[in-house]
């Protein structure tokens, strides 16, 4: 099919009657980036919109546990350190003067290793990844709504402004796979307002030079002290410091909407105050800074349904679907967009109308079936550690535990072999296979 331009009447090349793609996806962040590089590897013609241009930055801890790995690893992407990427070994939690170590498990479903890379290259890259299995990737493209028909009330495709002059412009396509992230532009368009039943956090980070960049663990303070000695203040949130392995580290802290802080907390003085406790031979000072703080929203536990409707698939934070355990939203970003675009193969194999809804309406079904049981089991946990009096009495007396630290490790990351498995596993999916997926 011919490339969308844009023209007089804002419409793309191909009319008001003809498709301009067979899927368009919005956004190229890692859910939209994966969408379009399985999408495309089917044959699909596949239209990627991103808004900005790359490079740009993302707000994020740039962590992956090995679950994001193995998404990566299945696109083909290599993952070895000579090809840019920090390896790590495990997680290590500080609290409760308690300074553990926690390997990632040895599964049969997961690699042993997690990684390490900067948004600022690890976005462009699954971008161009997508590019070449097939996807037609237009930067400076910023949508600014669906274009729905209106006898059937579908979307058939996006009216965007595109290229430095912000020409306005329309692309069609039997289906949209929405990853515009927890700005959510294409959802609130339709209607699909976020539920304030679920988790929401705040996320906010900084780069610095340091001695820690080539840290072998990712590291997680679930106590954050203002001032020494440790007697000092209890700061609200959880924190984090992961080297990038390329003489910085990325640290920031995150703070959840299920404590009471969460409204009157100034996050960049919160980090300041924090990091001013931490011992300075780390080097996290203000002449280390590489760049200025900056910050996010974390939309958890799918906040934001139907993942479905009318010819558009949520997937990634546009679905609000990061973890409410721990914060990671690349690794379901990236499965997310597998699923969806698994989805769409087959219902672009059926004629359009009932059979092809039906094939449709199996991506929230798909979404609720994977992640629906194990996010409730998330809300439930954040709204434990929302307690200060209980998060103090879990670092106190879970840390020094290592066999419930394994555990917890293991559901945190969601890190089971779905068949077999130690005891551990088996007790992990019995819960989630018991919690409902609502």
């Known amino acids: 099919m011919a490339k969308a331009t844009a023209g007089t009447d804002g419409s793309g090349s191909g009319g008001s009657g003809t498709a301009d793609a067979d899927v368009i996806v919005v956004g190229a962040g890692p859910g939209g980036s994966s969408a379009a590089y399985h999408l495309a590897s089917t044959g699909l013609d596949v239209l990627l919109l991103e808004k900005t241009a790359f490079p740009r930055e993302k707000v994020c801890g740039d962590g992956l546990t090995p679950r994001a790995v193995r998404s990566l690893i299945e696109m083909g992407i290599d993952t070895s350190e000579s090809a840019g990427w920090a390896r790590n070994r495990g997680l290590r939690i500080v609290g409760g003067n308690v300074r553990l170590e926690l390997p990632w498990p040895e599964l049969a479903n997961w690699p042993g290793y997690g990684l390490v890379r900067p948004r600022l290259d690890f976005d462009e ?29 579908r979307v058939v495709g996006v009216r965007a402004r595109t290229g430095p002059d912000r020409e306005p412009v329309t692309y069609r396509a039997p289906l949209v796979v929405a990853a515009d992230g927890n700005s959510a532009r294409i959802a609130l368009a339709m209607g699909i307002r976020r539920r304030e039943d679920r988790p929401l956090g705040v996320a906010v980070r900084r780069y610095y030079r340091s001695t820690r960049t080539h840290d072998d663990h990712l590291e997680s303070h679930l106590e954050l002290w203002e001032g020494r000695p440790r007697e000092s203040r209890l700061l609200p949130g959880y924190g984090w410091i992961f080297g990038v392995g390329d003489g910085t580290s990325n640290v920031g802290l995150g703070l959840l909407n299920t404590t009471s802080a969460f409204q009157n907390t100034n996050y960049q003085d919160l980090l300041r105050r924090w990091l001013a406790a931490l011992p300075p031979e780390w080097g996290f000072v203000e002449e280390n800074a590489t760049g200025p703080v900056r910050g996010s929203a974390l939309p958890m536990g799918f906040s934001r349904t139907p993942h479905y409707r009318d010819g558009v698939l949520l997937v ?72 200060p009096t209980v998060m103090a009495f879990g670092a106190k007396y879970g840390l020094p535990r290592p066999l419930l630290m394994r555990f917890l490790l293991k559901i945190m990351a969601n890190l089971t072999d779905p068949r077999g498995g130690d005891a551990m596993d088996r007790l992990i999916n019995a819960m989630t296979r018991l919690a409902p997926a609502a």
């Open 125 to 153: 890259l699954l971008a161009r990844h997508a590019e070449k299995a097939g996807a037609r990737l237009s930067q400076s493209t910023s949508v600014t709504a669906p274009v729905v028909d209106e006898r059937s009330g």
């Open 316 to 387: 990634g934070d546009s679905g609000g679907m990061v973890n409410p355990f721990n914060g990671e939203g690349i690794a379901y970003a990236l499965e997310s967009g597998r699923y969806a675009a698994e989805v769409a193969v087959q219902a672009l194999a059926r004629a359009q109308g009932p059979a092809r809804e039906r094939a449709l309406s199996h991506y929230p079904e798909l979404m609720r079936a994977r992640y629906g049981g194990y996010y409730t089991l998330g809300r439930y946990f954040v709204q434990l550690i929302g307690n």
